[in-house]
Nanobody
Framework: QVQLVESGGGLVQPGGSLRLSCAAS????????MAWYRQAPGKQREFVAR???????DYADSVKGRFTISRDNAKNTVYLQMNSLKPEDTAVYYC?????????????WGQGTQVTVSS
């Protein structure tokens, strides 16, 4: 079993920055695709950013140029650097790890961390 623990959320003013962290309980960061999702009140959970095992990254259009996903394999941690934050970025942010092994999908989620962008 894998546990993912997010941290770094909080209250920030529009235009500000936050860095979220996702610490894994095992050494999976280098062999799982790691991603961030978010869910705003009354809305469905949506994709934010992903880093593949090969290091390629992918972003939702709404965060391109403002958010950066990265990982530290030695620390088993994935980060989401969020700059130029907007009120519409307010949501609970979730870390996700996924890997398919012989057609079996392994999919893990963290408990989430709240990000509130408000003046």
């Amino acid at each position: 079993q894998v546990q993912l623990v997010e941290s770094g959320g909080g209250l920030v003013q529009p235009g500000g920055s936050l860095r979220l962290s996702c610490a894994a309980s095992r050494s999976i960061v280098s062999i799982y695709a790691m991603a961030w999702y978010r869910q705003a009140p009354g809305k469905q959970r949506e994709f934010v950013a992903r880093v593949s095992t090969g290091g390629s990254t992918d972003y939702a259009d709404s965060v391109k140029g403002r958010f950066t996903i990265s990982r530290d394999n030695a620390k088993n941690t994935v980060y989401l650097q969020m700059n130029s934050l907007k009120p519409e970025d307010t949501a609970v942010y979730y870390c996700n790890a996924v890997r398919s092994i012989f057609a079996v999908m392994y999919d893990y989620w963290g408990q989430g961390t709240q990000v509130t962008v408000s003046s």
